[in-house]
């Protein structure tokens, strides 16, 4: 897709806040600090529409991003993130359930992995739950600067197994270093919108 505008719409807490038009919606997920944001900024050639950090934690809301007018990207906190408080933690939980369980616009997920390392439990359950949801997921393994080509592969396949990957659900290599995966991750979303 050639992105001619990308905009924050809105960086929302609760359903009201949502964008009311009937947009279709590309979500993130993944661990904190994966590069969820990153991978959305890659897509759209900005350096830093949805802000990203070194240390993780840097998204809190669930900010919708509007993409040529057509669709919305929806950017979220990341999981796994032990120095936040229990109380914050929780609530986040509820404001990410609420969302992948009952928006009608979201179309698919994008579920952003370390290629480097095996998913940890609370990625199989962030799968599990997207699948129990219905929700088509695009795995993009980001990172893909970190290892060596000839990895890839294994690397993959343990993703696969690891997440028990179902169905018509793809893991895309990708880095937002190198760009590479890009063009096969827009035909992913493209797809769906
Ligand atoms: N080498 C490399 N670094 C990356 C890549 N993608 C992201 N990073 C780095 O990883 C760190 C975290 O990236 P973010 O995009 O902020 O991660 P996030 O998943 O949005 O994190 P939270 O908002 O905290 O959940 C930053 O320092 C990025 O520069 C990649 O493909 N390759
Ligand atoms: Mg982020």
Do not use: C
């Amino acid at each position: 897709m050639k992105v001619t505008k990308s905009d924050i719409t809105i960086s929302a807490v609760a359903p009201k806040q949502y964008p009311p038009e009937g947009l279709p919606e590309i979500a993130l997920a993944g661990r904190s600090n994966v590069g969820k944001s990153s991978f959305i900024n890659k897509l759209i050639n900005r350096k830093a529409l949805a802000r990203t950090s070194s240390k993780p934690g840097k998204t809190q809301t669930l900010n919708f991003y509007l993409i040529n007018e057509a669709f919305h990207f929806v950017d979220v906190p990341g999981y796994g993130y032990a120095k936040v408080s229990k109380t914050e933690r929780e609530a986040w939980g509820k404001m990410l359930e609420t969302y992948f369980s009952e928006r009608e616009n979201l179309r698919a997920t994008v579920l952003v992995v370390d290629i480097r390392h095996q998913p940890s439990v609370e990625d199989v359950a962030m799968y599990d739950f997207l699948k129990f949801h219905k929700l088509p997921v695009i795995i993009v393994a980001t990172k893909l600067d970190k290892i060596k080509k000839a990895q890839v592969q294994k690397h993959v396949n343990r993703i696969r197994e690891t997440l028990a990957v179902e169905g018509d659900d793809v893991i895309i290599p990708f880095s937002s270093e190198t760009a590479q995966g890009k063009e096969e991750a827009w035909r992913k979303i493209e797809s769906f919108l």
